[in-house]
């Protein structure tokens, strides 16, 4: 697959971003089914349960209606979270509404969430052959307010109702930029019944069988006392871990691509050091009492160490794939062996957090 992307780069990228992106997720849903990929103990992640082959997953946005799961999860990803989801179908903003900004290695979107809507995307769960627990690969949804929801809280508690038996975990996205009054959900209070009604709906869902996590995906544009807020939540609610960060709305001076100006949510290379820096923060106000998924920014080995040091257990990308293609996975893998062979490192979870505090501080 990576090979032909290579040769393939150059029709794909003369597309409209959001047609390429159709055409690979079609392609990747083509795919006969692979022979399970062989991953290197030493990568091996335990985190909320769960037991990861690899902490390199792919991000939520790609597989937004769950198409390609077996497809995705073929690229060697430890795993793959699709979605959003929304409870009811709804066809997001209008066309134009992603952007490749080539220049800065970096995508602006506005897609809306858009979606085919949780009966769908239950559907396609349901059918996916050895769905169960992660036996053919570890697979997330996140989930997300319909735009037109009289009580977005109720959406959420629909789709952790629908969706955990379905599915190896859950994330409760409340960081999307582009659906207007969704960030306002981030807010302490409003958080808290959010979650407590979600974890609920989990809880019927799942009966006496085992507890999906659930996480809760934040922005990287929140202030400290905003991340304490949300730190407080999440523990006292019992979330299982956080996606540190989605998007931001912030356009650094740095921008170089004709597209800067566009609005939606920023993406790629220019949030690495917001974002590691935000997720440092949150490690260091955890303390260990939940693990942490660092995604924004991840383009190679040395970017995937970074956000690991800070603090994460498992990262994520989806932007640099468009730019690097589908064997970027294998090669950050590969990257992560090779510095643990130089370092005398044992495993990779031993070098989780071991930079929190001076990434938090800004440091490179």
């Given at each position: 697959m990576a090979g032909l992307f290579d040769l393939a780069r150059p029709l794909v990228h003369a597309l409209d971003p959001e047609t390429a992106h159709k055409l690979t997720v079609a392609a990747l849903a083509a795919l006969p089914p692979g022979k399970p990929a062989t991953h290197d103990p030493r990568l091996a992640v335990s985190a909320f349960g769960l037991a990861f082959p690899n902490p390199v997953g792919l991000a939520a946005g790609f597989d937004k209606h769950a198409e390609a799961i077996d497809g995705c999860l073929g690229l060697g990803v430890g795993f793959a979270e699709i979605g959003g989801v929304t409870p009811l179908p709804q066809p997001g903003n209008a066309r134009p509404r992603v952007f490749r900004l080539a220049e800065d290695q970096a995508v602006i979107n506005r897609y809306g969430l858009n979606s085919e809507g949780v009966?769908?995307?239950?559907?396609?769960?349901?059918?996916?052959?050895?769905?169960?627990?992660?036996?053919?690969?570890?697979?997330?949804?996140?989930?997300?307010?319909?735009?037109?929801?009289?009580?977005?809280?109720?959406?959420?508690?629909?789709?952790?109702?629908?969706?955990?038996?379905?599915?190896?975990?859950?994330?409760?996205?409340?960081?999307?930029?582009?659906?207007?009054?969704?960030?306002?959900?981030?807010?302490?209070?409003?958080?808290?019944?959010?979650?407590?009604?979600?974890?609920?709906?989990?809880?019927?869902?799942?009966?006496?069988?085992?507890?999906?996590?659930?996480?809760?995906?934040?922005?990287?544009?929140?202030?400290?006392?905003?991340?304490?807020?949300?730190?407080?939540?999440?523990?006292?609610?019992?979330?299982?871990?956080?996606?540190?960060?989605?998007?931001?709305?912030?356009?650094?001076?740095?921008?170089?691509?004709?597209?800067?100006?566009?609005?939606?949510?920023?993406?790629?290379?220019?949030?690495?050091?917001?974002?590691?820096?935000?997720?440092a923060q949150a490690a260091l106000r955890l303390e260990g009492r939940m693990p942490l998924i660092g995604v924004g920014g991840v383009e190679d080995w040395r970017t995937a160490l970074a956000k690991i040091e800070a603090g994460a257990s498992l990262v994520q990308l989806y932007t640099a794939m468009i730019y690097k293609g589908p064997g970027l996975f294998r090669e950050i893998n590969a990257g992560l062996l090779a510095h643990l062979a130089r370092t005398g490192a044992a495993n990779i979870a031993a070098l989780v957090g071991s930079r929190s505090a001076a990434l938090a501080a800004g440091e490179a």
């Open positions: 009966e769908v995307v239950a559907a396609r769960l349901a059918a996916r052959r050895g769905r169960n627990r992660g036996a053919s690969g570890i697979v997330g949804v996140n989930l997300g307010a319909n735009k037109e929801s009289s009580d977005r809280a109720g959406d959420y508690a629909v789709l952790a109702g629908k969706l955990a038996p379905l599915c190896d975990f859950l994330t409760i996205n409340v960081s999307s930029p582009n659906t207007p009054g969704l960030r306002d959900l981030q807010g302490e209070a409003v958080l808290d019944d959010l979650i407590a009604r979600t974890l609920g709906a989990r809880d019927k869902a799942c009966g006496a069988g085992r507890l999906t996590p659930v996480l809760l995906k934040i922005a990287p544009d929140l202030t400290e006392v905003d991340l304490d807020g949300i730190v407080a939540v999440a523990t006292r609610r019992d979330i299982a871990g956080l996606i540190v960060a989605n998007t931001t709305i912030d356009r650094p001076s740095s921008l170089q691509s004709p597209h800067r100006g566009e609005t939606g949510g920023l993406s790629g290379r220019p949030v690495f050091a917001r974002s590691t820096r935000l997720l």
